[in-house]
């Protein structure tokens, strides 16, 4: 059997063992230390921002970001339907109530759907997380604007868009709250991670204290609020300063199996890629497309005979059990992405000869 192709697995630098070794040597396997500063630094320099805090997870992240921002039981918050479970689920850790926004011709959300929902719902919404899905930015510029004029919240969820930009601003930098993922699949992983941005200082010191038990500032421990234990340890925190000294080269290289996928694809009408819309630059975290006729799963079957990974896009939220009373404003696009879609392997150890492996495949099972 030849070696398994996998969608996105973790990608070492090689620098890893020589941090989690001074970790070691410093003896501080814990929560919090210098590591965790530093990966901190590193995220806040790379992408522009003023604050940051590591935290074990971006669902995490997440959740701290509602919490900060005041969002409790009942306060209505808007979301991206085309997206995944750990963006959506800690509005419900929050007793809030998720209403869901389609997508658009850009596979992200539609700004003239969340103006319709603005608009529509009787009760003002607090909050909106946007996804920016596969890697690719949102047309987070119209979105950002759309908030700002209507007294909305915006939480960028970003878990897969590290590296990406709108124009020259990195994605989660927009919204008043950004998050990114440093889970295993991720362009750049921690084995597990997230990380909270923000320009409002008052808000990252704020998710800090609740992320690490709400305890008040004594000798003894003091609470006047309950938080949570989500912090990040300062053993993985290691992880992430040596992996944020090569995510140029990771985006880079997402995008250079993109283009060679893109070149062996090209004479198949029956495919369309994922657009990078106007004026961004995506990380290319995942390579997807969509078949005009033929079944994904037809491919994604002949695919795994041949030991390679492959999945259907995300199943929007709208079309999960758990959300099957939840308002939606919808525009059919993202069922149709669902129906249609396929992600394929994009590691970035991939050479092109792999990539030739896969399109042969599905190349066969097209003609
Ligand atoms: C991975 C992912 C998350 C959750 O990240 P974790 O770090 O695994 O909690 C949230 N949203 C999206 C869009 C993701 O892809």
Not at 11 to 36: C, T, W
Not at 256 to 269: A, C, G, M, T, V
Not at 292 to 307: M, V
């Amino acid at each position: 059997m030849k070696e398994r192709l996998f969608l996105s697995p973790p990608h070492m630098s090689g620098k890893e063992r020589q941090y989690i070794d001074d970790v070691f040597k410093s003896n501080y396997i814990a929560p919090l230390g210098a590591f965790v500063d530093r990966f901190e630094e590193c995220i806040k320099e790379y992408t522009d921002c003023k604050y940051a805090v590591a935290t074990s997870s971006a669902t995490a992240a997440i959740h701290l970001a509602l919490r900060v921002l005041g969002i409790g039981a009942g306060d209505v918050v808007l979301a991206s339907t085309f997206t995944f479970i750990g963006s959506i689920a800690p509005i419900l850790y929050q007793n809030a109530v998720p209403v869901f926004i389609d997508s658009d011709e850009s596979w992200n959300l539609d700004p003239l759907l969340l103006k319709k929902a603005i608009a529509k719902l009787r009760k003002k919404p607090k909050a909106l997380i946007v996804t920016h899905l596969y890697g690719q930015s949102a047309k987070i510029d119209e979105i950002a604007a759309i908030c700002k004029e209507n007294d909305i919240y915006l939480i960028e969820d970003a878990a897969e868009s590290l590296g990406a930009s709108f124009g020259d601003k990195q994605t989660g930098t927009f919204g008043d709250i950004g998050i990114y993922s440093f889970n295993g699949n991720k362009i750049l992983t921690t084995s597990g991670g997230g990380m909270l941005i923000s320009d409002n200082e008052g808000w990252i010191k704020k998710a800090s204290f609740y992320a690490t038990q709400a305890r008040e500032n004594e000798i003894f421990y003091e609470h006047k609020e309950y938080g949570y234990n989500y912090r990040l340890s300062n053993i993985l925190a290691a992880l992430g300063v040596a992996q944020m000294e090569v995510l140029k080269e990771r985006v880079r290289k997402k995008r250079e199996i993109f283009s060679w996928y893109q070149k062996e694809l090209e004479e198949i009408d029956e495919i369309s890629f994922m657009p990078e819309i106007k004026n961004s630059y995506a990380n290319r975290w995942l390579t997807t497309l969509i078949l005009k006729k033929s079944d994904p799963y037809t491919l994604i079957n002949a695919l795994e005979r041949e030991n390679i990974e492959s999945r259907p896009l995300w199943k929007p939220m709208h079309l999960q059990p758990l959300f099957k009373d939840a308002k939606s404003f919808l525009s059919g696009i993202s069922e149709e992405l669902f129906k249609k879609g396929l992600c394929l392997p994009s590691g970035t150890r991939m050479k092109e000869g792999d990539v030739k492996r896969v399109c042969d495949i599905l190349k066969g099972e097209l003609n």
